[in-house]
């Protein structure tokens, strides 16, 4: 029986996805040859990475004259380091809003590179909200933020006017809502969420901005380097990015990001109207900043836990439980789960509350 998938990355992708992907690690595209050993210079896998980096731009809705799309490796976590190595000027500094885990291993690794301005913090309050009336400094060499924060439930739904360039780790919502992308000079994101398996990163990049940097770049960590060698500086991650293009291939044919988008709602509606109306539940986030992705939520009382986690092993849902920093459960509803996994779900703490 096939799970109804919860995980937060890696994580659920289209069944037709997987079923491609898996013929072509026995015979890709009648060469004989395997996806998992054809050459990432020929012609096959050329045409696929250049397929994958238009197709990203085009569902991005950006220009191909002004931004170039990446696949890279080391995860998002390495773009801590790069963003600041290539954006940084020598003894600079840059703006950063500190809503999450990922977004403070950001600022630690740029600290690195010279000065960072924490515009904006939700630690506090165990980063339980999206910080807001902040303002970005325009003495800054960039402006940082993450979208979407997969630990704990919250997502930006508003993102500010600077007047330096935007930097956003979209790494747990790329392509699942509407946004006006032109407004970013530069979007990262690991590929485990919505775009394809753990192995390749995402960057995007308005070419102007980079060439501005007074700093000595080693050549596999610069962006120019890295589009003069269109992806291809060092081996990519070829699985990776060929199952990458196989979901965008799913993404457009669903009707792309605008279509996506109403049925990622759809679930979140219904799951958050459970949360709130069930009374053996609670949410974590504040209602405003509540993610679409990634829905946090507790037991009002922890005696359940056996009963709820149980209920739900019985009726095939994986990787319901919340971080292991933070406890609780948390619902990371991708791109590519049902609205049908969404139902099980709810059937389960109405389940519940109707045992105990």
Not at 198 to 209: D, P, Q, S, Y
Not at 267 to 289: M, Q, S
Request: glycine content about 6%; some cysteine.
């Amino acid at each position: 029986m096939k799970k109804h998938n919860y995980s937060a990355g890696p994580c659920i992708l289209a069944q037709e996805v997987f079923e491609k992907a898996a013929q072509a690690v026995l015979d890709y595209n009648n060469s004989g040859l395997s996806i998992l050993e054809i050459s990432h210079r020929s012609k096959d896998f050329v045409a696929i990475i250049e397929q994958a980096r238009a197709l990203v731009l085009e569902l991005l809705k950006l220009d191909p004259k002004e931004y170039t799309a990446l696949f890279l490796s080391g995860g998002a976590s390495h773009q801590f380091m790069m963003v600041p190595y290539n954006l940084m000027q020598t003894s600079g500094k840059a703006a950063y809003l500190d809503s999450g885990t990922w977004a403070n291993g950001a600022i630690k690794e740029a600290a690195f590179f010279g000065e960072t301005v924490v515009v904006g913090s939700s630690k506090d309050q165990n980063y339980n909200y999206i910080p807001k009336g902040y303002t970005v400094p325009e003495a800054v060499d960039y402006f940082h933020c993450t979208s979407n924060n997969t630990i704990y439930g919250t997502q930006m739904k508003e993102f500010p006017a600077a007047k330096v360039p935007v930097v956003c780790d979209m790494s747990s919502d790329i392509f699942s809502r509407v946004l006006d992308f032109s407004k970013f000079d530069l979007i990262y994101a690991g590929a485990q969420k919505n775009l394809g398996p753990a192995g390749t990163t995402l960057v995007v990049i308005k070419n102007r901005i980079l060439g501005k940097s007074t700093r000595a770049i080693p050549s596999i960590l610069d962006y120019e380097k890295q589009i003069k060698a269109q992806s291809m500086y060092n081996t990519p991650a070829v699985f990776a990015i060929y199952t990458s293009l196989l979901t965008l291939q799913w993404l457009k044919k669903q009707g792309g990001i605008a279509a996506i988008e109403k049925i990622n709602n759809q679930k979140a509606e219904l799951l958050y109207h459970e949360i709130d109306r069930n009374p053996l539940f609670e949410g974590t986030v504040r209602p405003e900043d509540r993610s679409t992705m990634n829905a946090t939520f507790l037991l009002r009382n922890m005696a359940h836990a056996p009963i709820f986690e149980a209920l739900c092993e019985a009726a095939g849902i994986s990787g319901i439980k919340g971080h292991r920093s933070v406890g609780g459960y948390r619902a990371s509803m991708y791109n590519a789960l049902p609205i049908a996994s969404v139902l099980v779900l709810v059937a389960v703490m109405q389940e519940l509350e109707s045992k105990v």
